[in-house]
Nanobody, 125 residues
């Protein structure tokens, strides 16, 4: 599967952005998809995930209540709606997909097989 992430940009504190991750290739909608982010000088960190079976969703504590992950099977996309953005949300955001990631490994980047190219989100104070 190939992933294409888009939707990043510059926004003021408190603003909103919607990121989209479109999957192409065989069985493009049959994957668990996670969003991760990486700020300058920091390690890549988990943001949110939506599982392919049952649609189970979890969020990092730092974004819970502000971000919403959702899937559009017709479009083969997984979106990340980000509200009440803070300067500490500034990072490159990546989507990742896996057919086999298990729940306990959902926040582990190495558990995912395919990655999008990343989209930059900058939140100004």
């Amino acid at each position: 599967v190939q992933l294409q992430a888009s939707g990043g940009g510059l926004v003021q504190t408190g603003g909103s952005l919607r990121l989209s991750c479109v999957a192409s290739g065989r069985n493009g909608s049959g994957y668990t998809v996670g969003w991760f982010r990486q700020a300058p000088g920091k390690e890549r960190e988990f943001v949110a995930v939506i599982f392919r079976s049952g649609g189970s969703i979890t969020y990092a504590d730092s974004v819970k209540g502000r971000f919403t992950i959702s899937r559009d099977r017709a479009k083969k996309s997984v979106d990340l709606q980000m509200n009440s953005l803070k300067p500490e949300d500034t990072a490159i955001y990546y989507c990742a997909a896996s057919e086999s990631v298990i729940y306990s490994a959902r926040a582990t980047p190495d558990a995912y097989d395919a990655w999008g190219q990343g989209t930059l989100v900058t939140v100004s104070s």
